[in-house]
């Protein structure tokens, strides 16, 4: 099998703490390969910088042209340039690739000093980045110092407050998507921020923060690790989460080689270890961040089984009476006016309530909750457009929530929330809804029921026994039914319930290293 090729420019470290040393480390965690471009030779140990050497502008230019005559990339990652002229000949190459092999992503490292204090960018690269690079780029991952130098504005001024607006300026100059990285940053005891700005969402990516010295090399493990997984076909928030996840890992196998502070080191298996799953928020506020415990035991037992999704009270009934007991009304926005659809969720919560059903009512949360329903479904654009306020009041409620979840930052997002379980899916194509995501398959499934830290629920294009057996076995807590239970209830029902049980009983499916990417 031939590796996705990702080409890194950058500088070298003779400590190998940072630069092409953590770049390398990175790339062989995702199982991608890495070219080793240099653009600058630095002098350095644990402790300091002490000599930093651009490359001559022709030998750059003379690597380049050697890996694009057989070694074009999938991605391009860059770090420490040296000089405007390295910055220009990448420039040129990339316009080149981008004509002769279409939309190659760029991901900009921008290395504009050394954590010891020494600067690497003067006011004419500063001014190359803006105009020259940064048009072009397609992920951006400074930290906060970085992202106010490259603006021209003062670093550090307005604190966390002021991430997402520095993060929406620089996508206003071109470029693309943005993480704003906060390891480094001391405001929050606790907690590791990054704000990420992309054109599939925005919110903070919050992960427990590592007290180490060692934190060598942290930059280029994030940013060659989010280069890594827009190789491997993830979409720029869902390589971001990655690179969360890969960075907190590394940082967690760090120690020392020197008397300063050692390098991190990235390995194979973070994107297995639960630890590492990060959340995300739904909007700006910080407070909407703090540590949501998870179900207790007794709840997470609790198996939510095949789960049937209706559009009537009739129908409710009907799923009952077969011996189903977990329920989602979903009634379109619309389909009835607000009498009739009152009286379906008051006649629903009878019905539930007197064989011990579980009840989720569809997107209807104010009124369900006025009613006395115990749970309600949502999906993350209701749950988006309910703001910080909606939110709150929704938690408050006391209500049990499920929520829908098709990618590595939704699955992020919906942790935030402690929800009742996390809908994955499509698990299989499906024709119920236009949706714009590749198939779950089972391997993410699994991968899903071990990240999530919540039940796990699958849904989508599951139509025969067969199926709901093989999503148990993923370790799914429940499995959502729509058109695959039928007009016979009394003959379909019985086959997915007896095909669950055995699902749960004989676990069969591996969790893949890495999920495989969901959105085209």
């Known amino acids: 099998m031939t590796l996705p090729l990702i080409w890194s420019i950058a500088g070298t470290d003779s400590g190998g703490g940072a630069g092409l040393a953590a770049d390398q480390r990175a790339a062989e965690a995702f199982g991608v390969h890495l070219c080793p ?56 190459w990339l316009d080149q690739l981008r004509a002769d092999h279409g939309p190659i992503p760029l991901i900009v490292d921008p290395v504009l000093g050394a954590s010891t204090g ?29 992202a106010a130098l490259l603006l021209g504005g003062v670093p550090d001024e307005g604190g966390h407050a002021a991430w997402p607006a520095l993060a929406r300026a620089l996508r206003a100059i071109g470029v693309q998507a943005v993480a704003i990285t906060g390891g480094d940053s001391p405001d929050l005891a606790h907690q590791a921020l990054d704000w990420i700005d992309t054109p599939q969402a925005q919110g903070w990516l919050a992960a427990p923060r ?27 928030a869902d390589s971001l989460v990655l690179a969360k996840m890969a960075t907190l890992h590394a940082l967690r196998h760090a120690g020392p080689v ?68 977990t329920v989602q009304l979903r009634i379109k926005a619309g389909s009835v006016d607000e009498p009739a659809l009152r009286q379906h969720i008051n006649q629903t919560i009878d019905q539930c309530r007197a064989v011990g059903a579980q009840l989720f009512i569809n997107d209807h949360w104010a009124l369900a909750c006025e009613l006395g329903a115990p749970g309600v479904h949502l999906g993350q654009e209701d749950l988006q457009a309910l703001g910080e306020a909606g939110r709150a009041e929704l938690r408050a409620s006391g209500v049990a929530l499920g929520i829908s979840s098709h990618s590595l930052w939704e699955l992020a997002r919906a942790r935030s929330l402690g929800p009742r379980y996390i809908a994955c899916g499509p698990v ?93």
């Open 37 to 92: 471009v240099v653009s600058a030779v630095t002098a350095q140990n644990s402790m300091a910088v002490t000599s930093v050497r651009p490359v001559p502008a022709d030998w750059l230019d003379a690597q380049l042209a050697a890996l694009a005559a057989d070694m074009p990339p999938r991605a391009i990652k860059c770090g420490l340039l040296g000089n405007v002229d390295n910055l220009r000949v990448l420039v040129r």
């Open 118 to 146: 020494r600067s690497f960018a003067n006011d004419a690269m500063l001014a190359a980045y803006r105009h020259e690079l940064l048009p072009r780029t397609t992920l951006l991952t400074p930290n906060r110092r970085e």
């Open 258 to 325: 020197g008397q300063g502070a050692g390098p991190v080191r990235a390995r194979v298996g973070f994107a297995t270890d639960v630890g590492c799953m990060p959340q995300m928020s739904w909007g700006e506020a910080l407070e909407a961040l703090t540590p949501v415990a998870l179900p207790d035991e007794a709840e997470r037992r609790e198996p939510l089984g095949l789960y049937a999704i209706v559009d009537s009270s009739e129908r409710v009934q009907q799923v009952l009476d077969a011996g189903v007991r």
């Open 428 to 520: 299989w194509p499906t024709l119920t809804k236009a949706m714009p995501w590749r198939s779950q398959g089972l391997d993410n499934l699994s991968w899903w029921c071990r990240m999530a830290g919540h039940p796990v629920v699958a849904i989508g294009g599951i139509l025969a026994p067969d199926q709901a057996r093989a999503a148990a076995a993923c370790g799914a807590a429940g499995v959502c039914v729509v058109r695959g239970l039928g007009h016979r209830l009394e003959a379909t029902v019985p086959g997915f319930v007896e095909a669950l049980r055995g699902g749960a009983l004989h676990p069969s499916r591996e969790v893949p290293e890495l999920p495989h990417p969901v959105l085209g």
């Open 210 to 236: 590592v007290r180490t010295p060692h934190h060598h090399g942290t930059g280029c493990t994030f940013a060659t690790s989010a280069a890594s997984a827009i190789a491997l076909g993830h979409a720029p």
